[in-house]
């Protein structure tokens, strides 16, 4: 398996710009989790999915972020308008379990770095 | 509630030396408990998990841990640095339904 794929990798965009950041999951995870990490504020959990339903956003900023998972292999999170201060690398993660306790826990992809400038 | 606390965001130690990583946790259940590493511009990766069972713990590259109830600690250990583990670190404890992760410490490994 490729593991969890992210695109893009990078992404630099201008404040008021929609950003879409997107997740391919290992395939066979029902469990799909999107992060950010800043370095004031360490890693948050901004949404999971089970089984393609969204169990928990209450991590979501602002409504100007808003997550889908049409389909077991997909996921996307949106930032409309975005803004400086969403500057993070985001993670997308995904698991057979909701805890991570199968053998390879948490699955991360390599992450998106975005930047509004 | 759950939550984690990693005592030191950054630790140095001399290649070949103990390394000694330090994560106290609160859980109101019992709980599962986890080590991720992060290499630069990478994501986290397994390192150990403790969730049932023996309370010592081995992982990947040398790496073990040992959940201590009476002090709700899940400290990580290596008995020999290597360049390689150079990295940041991340404990996690379980809540409801996901994972709660610490601040992480960056792992400085001096030649």
């Known amino acids: 398996d490729a593991g969890v794929i992210q695109s893009p990798r990078h992404e630099v965009t201008e404040m008021g710009q929609e950003v879409t950041l997107r997740c391919k999951p290992i395939?066979?995870?029902?469990?799909l989790f999107w992060y950010r990490q800043t370095m004031m504020r360490g890693l948050e959990l901004l949404i999971y999915?089970?089984?393609?339903?969204?169990?928990?956003d209450s991590g979501m900023p602002e409504d100007r972020f808003s997550a889908k998972m049409p389909n077991a292999s997909f996921s996307t999170l949106k930032i409309q308008p975005s803004e400086p201060r969403d500057s993070a690398v985001y993670f997308c993660?995904?698991?057979?379990?909701?805890?991570?306790?199968?053998?390879?826990?948490?699955?991360f992809g390599s992450g998106t770095r975005l930047t509004v400038v | 509630a759950q939550s984690v606390t990693q005592l030191g965001s950054h630790v140095s130690v001399s290649e070949g030396a103990l390394v000694l990583l330090r994560c106290n946790y609160s859980?109101?259940?019992?709980?599962?408990l986890f080590w991720y590493v992060q290499y630069p511009n990478q994501g986290l990766q397994l390192l150990l998990k403790?969730?049932?069972?023996?309370?010592l713990v081995k992982g990947i590259n040398g790496f073990e841990a040992e959940f201590k109830k009476s002090e709700t600690s899940f400290h990580l250990t290596k008995p020999s640095a290597h360049m390689s583990d150079a990295a940041e670190y991340f404990c996690?404890?379980?809540?409801?339904?996901?994972?709660?992760f610490g601040t992480g410490t960056r792992l400085t490994v001096i030649p």
């Open positions: 403790y969730t049932t069972g023996a309370t």
């Open positions: 999915f089970n089984n393609n339903v969204p169990i928990d």
């Open positions: 996690a404890v379980s809540g409801a339904n996901n994972l709660f």
């Open positions: 395939s066979g995870h029902n469990s």
């Open positions: 993660a995904s698991s057979t379990t909701q805890l991570g306790i199968g053998s390879d826990g948490y699955t």
């Open positions: 859980s109101s259940v019992p709980p599962y």
